[in-house]
């Protein structure tokens, strides 16, 4: 039988990314993101979880998160279930991890929003050229119109 990725979660960025290219060129862009959870205990007390899910994105998607984002910046984001797995050279245990490989994203708005507005823009690896590439971070959402945005 064949198998099926898919994890979707929304949150906030933990750090600002990390972009770094391998050794043949390609960008990668690394990044946390923070997901709450809340709910009652048995005791009917209110509780709250958070998890850090690490995340990477590949080339132009990778590099236009590493440009708009950062600490903090709410987001969505999509994609398929990664594991790597290693040998720490220190201890010589084996070592694994379990991460989103970025398929697609939006922007869902900052958590610092005195407003309670949210915006959101999408982009994916299917239409990550067609992105904007001067995306101004200092125009209040009430001002920006995105009635004429081709996606």
Not at 6 to 16: C, E, F, M, Q, S
Not at 60 to 87: H, P
Not at 96 to 117: C, H
């Amino acid at each position: 039988m064949r198998g099926f990725s898919k994890a979707i979660i929304t949150g906030n960025l933990t750090r600002d990314p990390e972009l770094r290219s391998t050794p043949n060129g390609a960008s990668v862009c690394s990044f946390s993101v923070a997901v709450n959870r809340t709910y009652r205990d048995a005791s009917g007390e209110q509780r709250e979880d958070v998890s850090f899910i690490d995340c990477s994105a590949w080339g132009k998607l990778g590099e236009m998160i590493n440009q708009y984002a950062k600490k903090g910046s709410g987001v969505l984001v999509s994609g398929r279930l990664d594991q790597r797995s290693w040998e720490d050279k220190t201890t010589g245990t084996k070592r694994s991890r379990v991460e989103i490989v970025v398929e697609d994203f939006n922007f869902t708005g900052s958590a610092n929003r005195d407003n309670g507005g949210s915006s959101s823009s999408s982009f994916g690896a299917s239409n990550a050229m067609d992105a904007p590439t001067d995306i101004p971070d200092d125009i209040p959402d009430e001002e920006i119109d995105l009635s004429d945005v081709p996606f």
